[in-house]
């Protein structure tokens, strides 16, 4: 007598999430549309990481499947109009309130002060976010101030990309202010943000009670002797590993 074995749900959902693992974009979404099941199954995956643009997903799946983003990177191409940058902000703060995000690269979108303000008073609360990207977002002294004020309540953030900002040495002053105390942070990428002696003296001196960063890029900017001097003697000290 053949016997009838019966499948439990539970197995066909693992099966369809091991084979949604090896799936590119285009197979998981056509997956996605099959039936709730599949749904459930392959819409996971499709949204873990996120790539807004032109030819990405719209902003209402997005808004949608927020809880499901890990990792999300906004082109700027897809919002580079004044009349879509309130759009892009509405996603991006929508997604930050969430408790999956980890990654969020900005990366050369016109974010600028203001918009820099609302991403700090963002980070305050957020809980899971790790990496963030700001490189060539034309943010300046006052947006630096308010993301290194974030940096002093914020307890996961490890990694802050700030390269090609307008920051110079008052906010190279304040994001040392904010290294004091700050005990998550481990790479900081200032490249090309205009500091000179005084802003690399400033994060010398708070790099000798941080201890926790281990990588600080302050390539292309105009450090003098002096704040080479201040900056080779945490860096020979074996504190941190700095480029400049």
């Not at 902003?59 to 999300?72: C, F």
């Not at 980890?102 to 016109?110: C, E, G, M, V």
């Not at 708070?206 to 926790?212: F, H, I, Q, V």
């Amino acid at each position: 007598m053949t016997k009838i074995f019966q499948t439990h749900p539970l197995d066909l959902h693992e099966i369809r999430s091991r084979i949604a693992s090896s799936l590119g974009l285009k197979d998981l979404a056509s997956c996605a549309r099959v039936s709730q099941d599949w749904s459930d199954s392959f819409t996971p995956p499709l949204y873990n990481s996120v790539v807004m643009s032109k030819q990405g997903p719209s902003m209402e799946s997005i808004e949608r499947n927020k809880h499901l983003i890990q990792r999300l990177k906004i082109q700027s191409s897809a919002y580079a109009k004044i009349s879509s940058t309130s759009a892009r902000d509405k996603v991006v703060f929508s997604v930050m309130a969430n408790s999956t995000l980890t990654t969020l690269d900005l990366s050369y979108n016109s974010i600028g002060d203001s918009r820099a303000q609302a991403l700090a008073d963002a980070l305050k609360t957020n809980s899971t976010l790790t990496s963030l990207d700001l490189q060539g977002t034309l943010i300046e002294d006052n947006g630096v101030q308010a993301l290194s004020e974030a940096l002093r309540t914020n307890s996961t953030l490890t990694a802050l990309n700030l390269r090609d900002s307008s920051i110079g040495d008052s906010g190279a002053q304040a994001l040392a202010d904010a290294l004091k105390t700050n005990s998550t942070l481990t790479s900081l990428d200032l490249q090309g943000t205009l500091i000179e002696d005084n802003g690399a003296q400033a994060l010398s001196e708070a790099l000798r009670t941080n201890s926790t960063l281990t990588a600080l890029d302050l390539k292309y900017n105009s450090i003098g002797e002096n704040g080479a001097v201040a900056l080779s003697k945490v860096s020979k000290a074996g504190i941190i590993n700095i480029e400049y």
